[in-house]
């Protein structure tokens, strides 16, 4: 389980998260929406320790986690915007982030299959384009076998192939008791793989609870509509 | 173990960028050309000494802004893992200053080693100056770090800022102290001189050389002070402690905002 305690993070003047409480329940689904700028990756970003938070307490399994590091060996990250060194081979990348962890036992070869990235191995970084790139850090999220994972708008860029390929892997990683979070702008994909919704606007939290709850409140039949009314009484 | 990773890493990237080895390369066509000239005596060392004093503290600076931001992408994949901030710290520091040394040292000392200049009596003076230079390097560089990471979002600035800072630490510091000599001429000012001298690390290396070679007519204002009021001996000391004390500034500078930062 995730707990975020009274999270605050500005930027200067500019307040990114005001006083974020938040549980992501573990073995579930979580999806996160917001507006654009709403602070969800900055959300995402404090977890990981890669942004600091001006205040509060961020929890993994009960455990404070603010400024440790060894917490992260239970997480698998995709970034929203994946850039890598740029002169490194796929390859040698994995193999490099396996010697960074130690020689932990990894199963890159049977990702690296299921996303189709036999022919980009021996390829640069450099040369890779956008949709291999991002399933390289699909790749990199999975192959340590964490028990929780956190994807940035993981098909944004995504061809429809490669996207249903990495849902069916995501839903595979749920039934086997992971927790996931997850951000996106495509609603239909919250409906396929989140149990749980979670609405931010302007770094506060709007709505947090199961998804059918709120398709029941606001009368929908498609989360699409449920979202796009919520944003709009939003801005009203 | 995983900051040698990281090291291991970052020199063959370096090697494969293969800039480092004309770093090298610039020094032992100097020195070659130095000692071939002006003899093995030295006037040869002190050229060389010269030579280190401009381009270590404006490569060190330049570069080490400039790898960080290179080296951003590296440094965010390497974020999200579980290590520590420190660590990756002393990884990327580590894969820059120590191969900047290293070229350093090895092109400064290869002519000095086939030129029979090495096993001479100047042993100890030549031992000096690869450490000076050892230190400044590592110093440079992390004021380079410090700067890269001051501007992160901005590399215009923080290029501009080592440059500028080069500059005046190389070259408009020294005029500012004759200046305020001018100025001041008629009051005891010695002390702020002194004083005025261990702000920059530049000097105080100059100063070492100079004290090490006991050149009065070229040790300037600040070195003229300086001998008198420690000695040679002791000016050489102080001269020293205070440049390591100027090397741990701007490595905990560094490595505090480091730890800070957010990405």
Same mark, same amino acid.
Do not use: C
């Given at each position: 389980?995730?707990?975020?305690?009274?999270?605050? *993070?500005?930027?200067?003047?500019?307040?990114?998260?005001?006083?974020?409480?938040?549980?992501?329940?573990?073995?579930?689904? !979580?999806?996160?929406?917001?507006?654009?700028?709403?602070?969800?990756?900055? !959300?995402?970003?404090?977890?990981?320790?890669?942004?600091?938070?001006?205040?509060?307490?961020? @929890?993994?399994?009960?455990?404070?986690?603010?400024?440790?590091?060894?917490?992260?060996?239970?997480?698998?990250?995709?970034?929203?915007? +994946? @850039?890598?060194?740029?002169?490194? !081979?796929?390859?040698?990348?994995?193999?490099?982030?396996?010697?960074?962890?130690?020689?932990?036992?990894?199963?890159?070869?049977?990702?690296?299959?299921?996303?189709?990235?036999?022919?980009?191995?021996?390829?640069?970084?450099?040369?890779?384009?956008?949709?291999?790139?991002?399933?390289?850090?699909?790749?990199?999220?999975?192959?340590?076998?964490?028990?929780?994972?956190?994807?940035?708008?993981?098909?944004?860029?995504?061809?429809?192939?490669?996207?249903?390929?990495?849902? *069916?892997?995501? @839903?595979?990683?749920?039934?086997?008791?992971?927790?996931?979070?997850?951000?996106?702008?495509?609603?239909?994909?919250?409906?396929?793989? +989140?149990?749980?919704?979670?609405?931010?606007?302007?770094? *506060?939290?709007?709505?947090?609870?199961?998804?059918?709850?709120?398709?029941?409140?606001?009368?929908?039949?498609?989360?699409?509509?449920?979202?796009? *009314?919520?944003?709009?009484?939003?801005?009203? | 173990?995983?900051?040698?990773?990281?090291?291991?890493?970052?020199?063959?990237?370096?090697?494969?960028?293969?800039?480092?080895?004309?770093?090298? $390369?610039?020094?032992?066509?100097?020195? %070659?050309?130095?000692?071939?000239?002006?003899?093995?005596?030295?006037?040869?060392?002190?050229?060389?000494?010269?030579?280190? #004093?401009?381009?270590?503290?404006?490569?060190?600076?330049?570069?080490?802004?400039?790898?960080?931001?290179?080296?951003?992408?590296?440094?965010? #994949?390497?974020?999200?893992?579980?290590?520590?901030?420190?660590?990756?710290?002393?990884?990327?520091?580590?894969?820059?200053?120590?191969?900047?040394?290293?070229?350093?040292?090895?092109?400064?000392?290869?002519?000095?080693?086939?030129?029979?200049?090495?096993?001479?009596?100047?042993?100890?003076?030549?031992?000096? $100056?690869?450490?000076?230079? $050892?230190?400044?390097?590592?110093?440079?560089?992390?004021?380079?770090?410090?700067?890269?990471?001051?501007?992160?979002? %901005?590399?215009?600035?923080?290029?501009?800022?080592?440059?500028?800072?080069?500059?005046?630490?190389?070259?408009?510091? %020294?005029? $500012?102290?004759?200046?305020?000599?001018?100025?001041?001429?008629?009051?005891?000012?010695?002390?702020?001189? #002194?004083?005025?001298?261990?702000?920059?690390?530049? %000097?105080?290396?100059?100063?070492?050389?100079?004290?090490?070679?006991?050149?009065?007519?070229?040790?300037?204002?600040?070195?003229?002070?300086?001998?008198?009021?420690?000695?040679?001996?002791?000016?050489?000391?102080?001269?020293?402690?205070?440049?390591?004390?100027?090397?741990? #500034?701007?490595?905990?500078?560094?490595?505090?905002?480091?730890?800070?930062?957010?990405?």
């Amino acid at each position: 389980m995730i707990e975020l305690k009274g999270l605050k *993070k500005n930027f200067g003047r500019l307040t990114v998260l005001d006083d974020l409480d938040l549980e992501i329940p573990s073995g579930q689904a !979580t999806g996160i929406v917001g507006p654009n700028g709403s602070g969800k990756t900055t !959300t995402i970003k404090s977890i990981l320790g890669l942004v600091k938070p001006t205040d509060g307490e961020i @929890r993994i399994d009960g455990e404070l986690v603010n400024n440790r590091w060894e917490y992260r060996e239970k997480i698998g990250y995709m970034p929203q915007v +994946a @850039r890598y060194p740029e002169n490194m !081979t796929v390859e040698e990348l994995f193999r490099f982030i396996k010697n960074i962890r130690g020689d932990q036992p990894s199963n890159e070869e049977e990702l690296i299959k299921h996303f189709g990235l036999e022919s980009e191995l021996k390829k640069r970084m450099r040369t890779l384009s956008g949709g291999n790139r991002q399933k390289v850090g699909a790749v990199l999220s999975m192959m340590f076998n964490p028990d929780i994972l956190i994807f940035d708008e993981p098909t944004a860029g995504l061809d429809p192939r490669s996207s249903v390929q990495f849902k *069916k892997k995501v @839903r595979e990683l749920k039934d086997q008791g992971k927790t996931i979070m997850l951000t996106t702008h495509i609603m239909s994909e919250i409906e396929e793989l +989140a149990d749980h919704l979670i609405f931010i606007v302007e770094g *506060k939290i709007k709505y947090h609870g199961p998804m059918d709850e709120l398709l029941n409140e606001h009368k929908e039949q498609r989360l699409e509509g449920a979202v796009a *009314k919520m944003m709009e009484e939003e801005a009203a | 173990m995983k900051a040698l990773t990281i090291l291991n890493y970052q020199w063959k990237d370096l090697i494969r960028g293969k800039w480092i080895f004309g770093y090298a $390369l610039i020094y032992l066509l100097i020195t %070659d050309a130095l000692i071939r000239f002006g003899g093995a005596g030295p006037k040869a060392l002190l050229s060389i000494s010269n030579v280190m #004093l401009l381009l270590i503290p404006l490569v060190g600076m330049i570069y080490g802004a400039l790898y960080l931001y290179q080296s951003r992408e590296f440094t965010e #994949l390497l974020l999200a893992q579980p290590l520590n901030r420190k660590t990756l710290f002393w990884g990327l520091y580590g894969g820059l200053a120590v191969p900047l040394s290293a070229a350093f040292i090895l092109g400064t000392l290869l002519p000095m080693l086939y030129n029979g200049m090495f096993f001479g009596e100047q042993i100890a003076s030549i031992l000096l $100056l690869l450490g000076l230079g $050892l230190i400044l390097t590592l110093l440079f560089t992390g004021i380079g770090f410090w700067l890269g990471l001051a501007f992160f979002e %901005d590399r215009i600035k923080g290029l501009g800022f080592a440059l500028v800072g080069w500059l005046f630490l190389a070259v408009l510091y %020294d005029g $500012l102290v004759l200046l305020t000599i001018f100025v001041l001429g008629d009051y005891p000012i010695e002390k702020p001189m #002194l004083a005025l001298t261990m702000l920059n690390p530049i %000097d105080l290396a100059r100063i070492t050389v100079l004290l090490e070679f006991d050149i009065s007519a070229l040790m300037g204002y600040t070195g003229a002070v300086f001998n008198r009021f420690f000695g040679s001996f002791y000016g050489m000391i102080t001269a020293v402690t205070s440049m390591l004390i100027w090397l741990a #500034l701007p490595l905990y500078g560094a490595t505090k905002r480091f730890r800070k930062m957010d990405f």
